[in-house]
């Protein structure tokens, strides 16, 4: 997600440029990943696919799904639902095939799987669309069998992107960090694009890592791009038991999601305002960003949030070849006047808030609710979010090349050096 209101209108415009027109793959190939038949009256693919689903027929996700050979786990889900004797049946199935997938994903870009097919560990794009076809297979089976499969769907959507497998440690002196990425986005302009921020979360899941303060063991989790789930709660749900007081707490709490070209920014203030540019489901929200019931917040709820990652000494690190800049920047509006500004001195009282450093997309609201849980609760945690530079597509009308490998690569590695650098600083 990007800097400013929603991706930056400069950013919008250099992804449109470079993408408008590449949607073929040339020799990445064409050809679908073909199920095997399913068996008669189980599916009903009559069904009218979201629009997420819909993109999924697309030559760039079926030659994901080939060559990383992610599409044969989506046949073994759908073989193994249609052979669901029952709800509870199907609901195991959801369940191992959803948790079965995440750990595929992260075993495979941290080298414990073998990786097959010819797209590397690290890429991002095989879990998204071999999710995004599971929960198509899951409404077609649900219209065939006449069951409601809303719960069946978000259970899938849980288990698949790590939220309901967060294992933080509870000991005292552990050091214990929970990094979040997201899907990739604007895929009307190019269904090759991946997300860095996904990358990272696959790379470092599970992961111990050493710093001069010791040993650090990050959990990571998956978000998807749409606005109505965070409405619902998701970022809440799953964050919550973590961030809490006392010893049983984390320690950081980072997310992280794609900004701006050339650059990672350390944003430093996050607004209450949604700016309504489209998501992955070409749903547009706007307003003020909504709070579940049920969880601590604070009262009224605050315009901005404010991040407390020790980002001058991150920024003043040499973790790769990236510029890495700590954004102060905000829009706000006088609510009087209407009048709209801004600054870098942080937010004036009384105004509202209408872009925080992330700006006014998902970026800034996951920032947003993260550091709103921290402040209701009164956590000792540091938080914030890291946008991490814009990777782009692949050369051409090509799935993979060389340099989108190192690219992505690079900003994974640097992501994890300024991860280690906010936990030393802290």
Not at 212 to 239: H, K, N, Q, S, Y
């Amino acid at each position: 997600m990007a800097n400013s209101r929603g991706p930056s209108r400069p950013t919008l415009l250099l992804l449109t440029s470079l993408l408008a027109g590449t949607t073929g793959l040339g020799a990445a190939g064409t050809a679908a990943t073909a199920a095997p038949p399913a068996p008669p009256g189980c599916l009903d693919t009559s069904v009218e696919p979201t629009v997420e689903q819909a993109r999924v027929d697309r030559p760039a996700p079926q030659a994901v799904l080939r060559r990383s050979r992610a599409g044969e786990r989506v046949e073994a889900f759908t073989g193994d639902l249609c052979a669901a004797g029952d709800r509870a049946e199907a609901r195991r199935v959801v369940r191992d095939h959803g948790r079965d997938l995440w750990t595929w994903a992260t075993d495979r870009a941290q080298g414990r799987e073998r990786v097959r097919g010819n797209l590397p560990g690290g890429d991002d794009r095989p879990l998204y669309w071999a999710r995004v076809s599971m929960t198509r297979v899951l409404a077609q089976w649900g219209a065939a069998q006449d069951e409601p499969v809303a719960g069946l769907t978000d259970r899938l959507e849980t288990t698949s992107r790590g939220q309901d497998t967060l294992d933080v440690p509870t000991e005292r002196r552990a050091t214990k960090v929970v990094v979040t990425g997201f899907d990739p986005f604007t895929l009307d302009a190019d269904t090759r694009i991946g997300n860095p921020s996904g990358a990272v979360a696959l790379a470092l899941d599970g992961r111990t890592i050493r710093t001069a303060d010791g040993p650090v063991r990050i959990e990571t989790a998956m978000f998807p791009v749409r606005w109505d789930d965070f409405a619902a709660g998701e970022v809440e749900r799953t964050l919550a038991p973590y961030v809490q007081r006392g010893p049983q707490g984390l320690d950081a709490l980072v997310t992280v999601s794609q900004g701006r070209p050339d650059r990672f920014d350390l944003e430093v203030w996050n607004g209450a305002n949604r700016g309504g540019f489209a998501d992955n489901e070409n749903v547009e929200r706007t307003g003020l960003v909504p709070i579940p019931e049920g969880y601590p917040t604070v009262r009224p709820q605050p315009q901005f949030t404010l991040s407390d990652l020790p980002m001058d000494a991150m920024a003043a690190r040499d973790t790769g070849d990236y510029e890495v800049v700590v954004n102060h920047e905000i829009t706000e509006k006088d609510p009087a006047t209407g009048e709209e500004r801004t600054t870098t001195d942080g937010p004036t009282p009384g105004f509202l808030a209408v872009a925080g450093g992330p700006g006014d997309y998902l970026s800034n609201e996951i920032a947003y609710r993260a550091t709103l849980l921290r402040d209701g609760v009164r956590s000792w945690n540091v938080g914030g979010h890291v946008h991490t530079p814009v990777l782009g597509v692949p050369a051409g009308d090509r799935l993979t090349d060389e340099a989108y490998e190192q690219r992505r690569a690079a900003m994974v590695t640097q992501t994890i050096r300024l991860v280690r650098a906010a936990l030393e600083e802290r």
